[in-house]
C-alpha cells in the first residue's frame, strides 16, 4: 500500500517509441523518474523481468550498512526455457550468474543495483533527464568510487519468450547505444581502432561468454544456445561500430 506509482504523462522520444531504441528511451526516463522521485538512505533499481528473491530488501540494507561502497550490484539468474532466451541472457547478463567472489567489479548491471543516495547524487547532472547505466557508473569510476558486486543480493531473471526477429533489431539498437555513450569518452584514435577491430568483436565475445560460463558450470547449455549467442553478438557488434562512427544512438 506504500507504493507510489508515478503518472509521468506523455513522455517524448527521440526515436519512435515503436522501436527497440524508443523503447530503450522510455526505459531509461522512466528510471530517471523513479531516481528523482526516490527518497530513501539507499536507492535500489529492479525491472519487472527480474524478480527479487524473499530476503533481497533485507539484504539491500545489511550490505550497505556494514560497507562504506557506495554502489553494490547483485547476482542475475536466468529462469529461461528456451535456448534463444538463454542466449540473450548469456550475450547480457551471463557474467552476473552465480557463483561468482563478492567483490570490487567492473561492471554492475541497472537491473539489479543499489546506491547509497550521496553517490547518485553526485551524478544527478548525468541522470537527471534519462538515466544510462554506463555514463552514471563510468562517472562514479572517476570520482574514485568502487563498484561492487555480491553474489547474497539476487534476481531471478524471467524473459517472456521472444523471437529472433525481435531480437535482432534489439541487439542492434543497444549496441549502438553502448558505442555512442563509449565514443563519448574515448579519443578518436581509440574510436577508429574499435571500429577497424569491428570484425572481430564477435568472434572475441562469444569466446568471452564461454569462459565464463565454463567458470560457472554452464559450458553444456551455453554450447547448446551458442549459434544464438554468434547471431545476437554480430547484430549487437555491428550497432556498436555504427555507434562508434556516428556517435549517435
Not at 82 to 91: E, G, I, P, T, V
Not at 212 to 226: D, M, V
Request: charged share 25%; net charge positive; hydrophobic share 40%.
Amino acid at each position: 500500500p506504500e507504493t507510489k506509482f508515478l503518472d509521468l504523462g506523455a513522455i517524448e522520444t527521440e526515436r519512435p517509441k515503436s522501436t527497440a531504441a524508443g523503447q530503450h528511451e522510455l526505459y531509461d526516463r522512466r528510471r530517471a523518474a523513479g531516481l528523482k522521485a526516490a527518497k530513501g538512505e539507499w536507492i535500489a533499481i529492479l525491472e519487472d523481468r527480474g524478480s527479487p528473491r524473499s530476503n533481497w530488501a533485507q539484504t539491500v540494507v545489511a550490505l550497505h550498512q556494514k560497507d562504506s561502497v557506495k554502489v553494490i550490484g547483485g547476482a542475475i539468474e536466468c529462469r529461461a526455457k528456451s535456448l534463444l532466451n538463454w542466449a540473450f541472457y548469456f550475450c547480457d547478463f551471463g557474467r552476473y550468474g552465480l557463483p561468482f567472489q563478492s567483490g570490487p567489479a567492473t561492471w554492475v548491471s541497472d537491473i539489479n543495483v543499489t546506491y547509497k543516495r550521496d553517490a547518485i547524487e553526485s551524478t544527478r547532472h548525468l541522470w537527471k533527464d534519462r538515466y544510462s547505466e554506463p555514463i552514471v557508473h563510468w562517472a562514479l569510476l572517476d570520482q574514485g568510487e568502487t563498484l561492487t558486486l555480491s553474489q547474497e543480493l539476487v534476481v531471478e531473471h524471467s524473459r517472456p519468450e521472444t523471437s529472433l526477429s525481435y531480437l535482432l533489431p534489439e541487439r542492434f539498437h543497444w549496441g549502438r547505444l553502448f558505442g555512442q555513450i563509449r565514443a563519448m569518452n574515448i579519443p578518436a584514435s581509440k574510436r577508429a581502432i574499435l571500429t577497424i577491430l569491428g570484425p572481430f568483436i564477435p568472434f572475441i565475445l562469444v569466446l568471452r561468454h564461454a569462459r565464463t560460463q565454463a567458470k560457472k558450470g554452464r559450458l553444456w547449455h551455453y554450447l547448446r544456445a551458442s549459434p544464438y549467442v554468434a547471431v545476437l553478438s554480430v547484430a549487437w557488434t555491428i550497432g556498436e561500430v555504427w555507434g562508434y562512427v556516428t556517435k549517435k544512438a
